[in-house]
């Protein structure tokens, strides 16, 4: 919606149905009875979708890692992740925990002490801290039982907290996001609408939580 190209990485029968038909998001809207539904097809940015295998990581600056923890040991994302890894692309984590990369940030913390926590430990080792920031992960959100693969449902308007990355240039590609996502407007019957999910990215290490 703010006019960035996001590539899904998905199973092949989700990445084809994205590819034929988008995805559709809907979101509750303050004051608004009804669900605001956004169409990909829709938006000035694009949404297309690949198989593990099939993902080209020249064509991007950043990688979000968006599924819970044990799902990256699984056969061929496996081999994705150690390819984003000798890339040296900028990742931010929202998964359902902290990678151990994004832990080795943090001083005084024995990380290795904490390797059986993880379905596959050995997918982080490869990975450079300094590369790694992590976002608040966000369960307010899913997929209707009812619908089809490509529909997802935001039970609440969301705020993710991201931790800057080490390096300058890669906190300015999620500032960059932050201010992207705060400008953009939908256009509704209403008026021009604000989007009701955020992102804050945070200088400190460590993401406040929500009081």
Not at 133 to 157: G, H, I, K, M, Y
Not at 178 to 206: M, N, W
């Amino acid at each position: 919606m703010a006019g960035h190209h996001v590539t899904l990485v998905c199973l092949p029968q989700e990445a084809d149905l994205i590819n034929r038909e988008g995805t559709t998001v809907r979101f509750p809207i303050r004051g608004r009875a009804d669900l605001l539904e956004v169409r990909s097809r829709d938006l000035d940015g694009s949404i297309s979708a690949a198989v593990p295998a099939n993902v080209a990581l020249k064509r991007f600056h950043l990688a979000v890692l968006a599924m819970q923890e044990p799902q990256y040991a699984s056969e061929g994302v496996r081999d994705l992740m150690s390819n984003v890894a000798r890339s040296k692309l900028p990742t931010m984590s929202i998964m359902n925990m902290p990678p151990m990369t994004f832990l080795r940030r943090i001083p005084g913390l024995n990380v290795d002490a904490l390797r059986d926590c993880y379905a596959a430990p050995e997918v982080w080792d490869q990975f450079d801290p300094d590369l790694m920031a992590l976002c608040s992960p966000d369960p307010q959100a899913f997929r209707p039982p009812e619908e089809a693969l490509n529909v997802l449902e935001v039970t609440l308007p969301t705020n993710f907290k991201a931790a800057a990355f080490s390096k300058e240039s890669d906190t300015t590609i999620l500032q960059s996001l932050q201010a992207d996502i705060e400008a953009v407007r939908f256009p509704t019957a209403e008026g021009p609408t604000e989007v009701p999910v955020k992102l804050k990215v945070h200088r400190s290490l460590f993401v406040p939580t929500a009081k």
